[in-house]
C-alpha cells in the first residue's frame, strides 16, 4: 500500500504526524463518513482493530513490531471500524 487516505504511506515520525494531522482535517471536513467520529468511540475502535489483527480492515506485521506506516494505518482503519 503506497497511500493511505490518498496520503504518501509515512515512513518517519514527521511523516506520521502529518498523516495524523490530515486525519483530523478530514474528520472535521467529513464528520458523516467517519463511523466513529468521537474521541471515545474512535479510541475504542483503534483497541478492537489491534486486537481482531488479521481478521480486520488491518493486517498485523507478522513480526508483531510496528512500524510508522503501520501505526497510520491503524489510525485509519480506526476511523471505519465497525
Known amino acids: 500500500m503506497t497511500e493511505i487516505m ?7 515520525p514527521e511523516g506520521l504526524a502529518a498523516f495524523v494531522d490530515a486525519l483530523r482535517r ?6 458523516d ?3 466513529n467520529a468521537t474521541l471515545d468511540a474512535f ?7 489491534i486486537r481482531d489483527g488479521a ?11 510496528l512500524a510508522v506506516a503501520d501505526v497510520a494505518n491503524l489510525l ?6 465497525e
Open 26 to 31: 478530514n474528520l472535521a471536513a467529513h464528520p
Open 33 to 35: 463518513q467517519w463511523e
Open 55 to 65: 481478521g480486520s480492515i488491518y493486517a498485523a506485521p507478522e513480526d508483531g513490531t
Open 76 to 81: 485509519e482503519a480506526a476511523s471505519l471500524y
Open 43 to 49: 479510541l475504542e475502535a483503534l483497541a478492537a482493530v
Open 6 to 12: 490518498g496520503l504518501p504511506r509515512p515512513t518517519t
